[in-house]
């Protein structure tokens, strides 16, 4: 129960009449009680959210007895209006007492030990009183909750995590020009947007997650709609719907994808400007060539316009909303999402990115589709969010056993190293601060764990941060501890790694780590038993890689850590608009059946190079047949280097693809043997005809070149 409640009955509680002389002139008084102190604010539980007030009247009447009443009169007719004010002004003094014994008030006991004494009541009884009403409070709360858990069992499959208190998002912070202003000043934000040509847009639609520039084109239906799914409990689930024109859209843009012609997917942006797929993709053709700035804007319009389709019930800072990765259509929101929260981390606006880490993992806290719970602590250690991941790693310790991701492990002790003051910073604004001890000793047992748990993490980390330890790395169990890892930890360690290593070059912090890793190598060599066990939990645990850890590598970015990919995976064909798709995808429509290119399977990559050098080359014309046959006739035809003659060759590879590598060795020998350019006319017009005869000789030339088609003779000087 608040202070403000307490002070408001304590206030209404002392216009009450202390005591009652006669039950008789409670008759008489009793219209003008009524009127001067309603009904409503006499009930003490309303503010916890306790039960009815009938019930309470009657445990009033059952409790008292007659203790109010002289021993001479008669008990009221229960509904008469003297029973309802002696009922009120009983418990008006049991309030009193109660305010008394719990809430402040030296003056507020005073004065009731003397009502006390005034009705005959003793200081014992005036006990008893504020232990029952303790009880009765308990035992509401405690039916309330039953009730409440019984009502949660009752509904069906809800969620097992309760993220609307620890993924709630604030509004403020998904802004990253605010956060820009509060680190650089907004002069500085105005004339970064002067200078790169970004300004906020004057459109009708509120900004939500993302503001519109003004160089965007204008924003309408786009076809791209949300839909409620079902809604058990506070939480919501919904689904992106795709109507009859955008699954037009999305087939051409299918088509563009297979045509590995980067023109053609921004064909379908000039014609749909706010095709998601085709934002996303164009994105990484920019992030591919350095241009960073036009990725960061193509990413935020597909945000843009996957909130422009958001459900009216979709909050985004409630943390209940729930969007199912399995279907084809929702993946883009999840992704547009992960790219965001890596371009705006670039730019040093680290809270935002945690803020948009905590929204998409709410929307599927149970399977992490895509690894977020990865760089999660890396933005909240950067943002100064100790106690945020703190929080995390014990609320969810139970259901995700946090303490088996080496980043969590490691990241969750720091965050409780600065936590304590032990590095002068706490994260509240303050330089000077007081180290708390309880604090500090649990992040160097949480640090000890995780160096014992995970050796191998830290020579790689000590030689990324550029550090060098000696009495530390010169270890046995350190320095052979990267032999006996196993490649699935070894990915999430380097991951870890190569994103978080800066978190660690503090001068405070590498003291810290030294020491205590001094303090581990007693351990190792006293003998401590977990080192046995945690040994044998690293090849029971970490067998294979998930899937969802595979696709949180690739998305981020990070060459380095996808060097390390496993080769079924590396040699995979993945579509960076929807990366490793769940193996129980599903979706509202089917993508139709590709146009299949006769023996493109076969052609390998000469057949491909051959047609690509032709003008008119179309990845998905089938073959000519005709052409083939000519082209492989007996007779050996003489094949014109042109764009006719590429395309001969070409198709003549194809055929011969098909009959395996001797088929095509065959090929390229008979290629080598017809292959001639028709130049003989041409250098004999060049050179006018006698003085070519007369200078004639005889030179080597290797067959199927002219050198004359390379250089003129006229244009060579000799000496």
Not at 270 to 291: F, G, T, W
Not at 356 to 371: I, N, V, W
Not at 493 to 519: G, N
Not at 528 to 541: G, P, S, Y
Request: hydrophobic fraction near 40%; charged fraction near 25%; proline fraction near 5%.
């Amino acid at each position: 129960m608040s202070s403000r409640a307490l002070r408001q009955i304590s206030s209404k509680s002392q216009k009450v009449p202390a005591a009652i002389s006669d039950p008789e002139e409670e008759d008489d008084d009793d219209d003008g009680l009524l009127v001067s102190t309603p009904r409503k604010p006499f009930n003490a539980f309303a503010a916890l959210g306790g039960g009815n007030d009938g019930e309470d009247n009657d445990d009033d009447d059952a409790n008292s007895g007659g203790d109010e009443v002289d021993a001479g009169s008669t008990a009221p007719v229960p509904g008469s209006p003297a029973s309802k004010s002696g009922k009120n002004k009983k418990k008006k003094k049991k309030k009193k007492k109660a305010l008394s014994q719990v809430a402040d008030a030296s003056s507020s006991a005073k004065g009731g030990d003397a009502k006390m004494s005034a009705n005959g009541h003793g200081a014992d009884d005036g006990a008893d009183e504020v232990e029952r009403c303790v009880k009765e409070i308990d035992s509401i709360l405690g039916v309330s909750a039953t009730v409440g858990a019984a009502s949660s069992s009752a509904a069906t499959a809800l969620p097992a995590l309760d993220t609307r208190g620890l993924l709630c998002v604030d509004h403020r912070h998904l802004n990253a020009d605010n956060e820009m202003k509060r680190i650089f000043g907004a002069k500085v934000v105005r004339t970064e947007r002067r200078y790169g040509g970004r300004r906020e847009g004057r459109t009708a639609r509120k900004a939500g997650i993302v503001a519109p520039h003004d160089n965007w084109p204008k924003f309408g239906r786009s076809g791209l709609n949300m839909e409620l799914v079902k809604h058990e409990g506070s939480y919501y689930t919904f689904a992106f719907e795709h109507n009859e024109h955008y699954q037009q859209t999305q087939i051409l843009f299918w088509q563009s994808v297979d045509s590995m012609d980067p023109e053609a997917i921004a064909a379908v942006l000039r014609q749909h400007p706010y095709h998601v797929d085709s934002l996303l993709q164009l994105a990484e053709i920019c992030k591919m060539n350095e241009d960073r700035r036009a990725a960061a804007e193509l990413i935020e319009r597909a945000l843009f316009a996957l909130e422009g389709g958001f459900h009216t019930l979709f909050n985004v800072a409630t943390g209940c909303n729930r969007v199912d990765f399995k279907k084809t259509e929702n993946r883009a929101f999840y992704l547009a999402l992960f790219r965001h929260l890596v371009m705006v981390g670039l730019r040093g606006c680290y809270r935002t990115s945690l803020e948009f880490c905590k929204l998409l993992l709410s929307l599927d806290p149970d399977t992490d589709p895509l690894g977020v719970l990865l760089i999660l602590d890396f933005y909240a250690l950067r943002s100064s969010e100790y106690s945020f991941l703190i929080r995390l790693a014990d609320e969810w310790e139970a259901h995700h056993h946090l303490s088996k991701l080496p980043n969590m492990a490691y990241s969750c002790a720091l965050a409780r190293f600065h936590a304590s003051g032990a590095s002068g910073y706490q994260g509240n604004g303050e330089g000077d601060v007081e180290v708390d001890g309880h604090m500090l000793g649990s992040a160097e047992t949480m640090l000890i764990t995780a160096l014992l748990q995970f050796p191998m993490m830290l020579v790689p980390l000590l030689d990324r941060c550029g550090v060098i330890m000696d009495a530390v790395t010169g270890h046995s169990f350190f320095a052979t501890a990267s032999v006996m890892c196993p490649d699935p930890l070894e990915r999430v360690c380097r991951l870890y790694i190569e994103r978080t290593h800066s978190v660690w070059k503090e001068p405070e912090v590498l003291t810290w780590l030294e020491k205590v890793a001094m303090k581990v190598l007693k351990c190792v060599d006293g003998g401590d038993r977990r080192v046995k066990r945690f040994e044998v939990e690293r090849k029971q645990l970490y067998q294979k890689t998930p899937r969802n850890v595979l696709r949180h590598i690739i998305v981020s970015d990070l060459p380095n850590v996808a060097a390390f990919l496993p080769p079924d995976v590396a040699n995979e064909s993945i579509m960076m608009f929807d990366p490793l798709p769940p193996a129980d995808s599903y979706a509202s429509y089917t993508r139709p059946e590709r146009r299949t290119v006769a023996g493109a399977s076969n052609a390998g990559l000469l057949s491909m190079f051959l047609q690509s050098l032709s003008p008119n080359f179309d990845p998905a014309a089938p073959v000519d047949e005709s052409a083939v046959a000519a082209a492989g006739d007996a007779g050996q035809p003489r094949i014109a280097l042109n764009a006719d003659g590429l395309q001969a060759m070409a198709q003549l590879v194809t055929q011969a693809a098909r009959e395996g590598h001797a088929g095509v060795a065959n090929a390229l020998r008979q290629l080598l043997d017809v292959l001639r350019v028709n130049g003989d006319d041409a250098e004999g017009a060049a050179d006018g005809g006698a003085d070519g005869a007369e200078e004639e000789e005889e030179e080597e030339v290797i067959p199927g070149f002219v050198m004359g088609d390379f250089a003129d003779d006229d244009d060579i000087e000799f000496d």
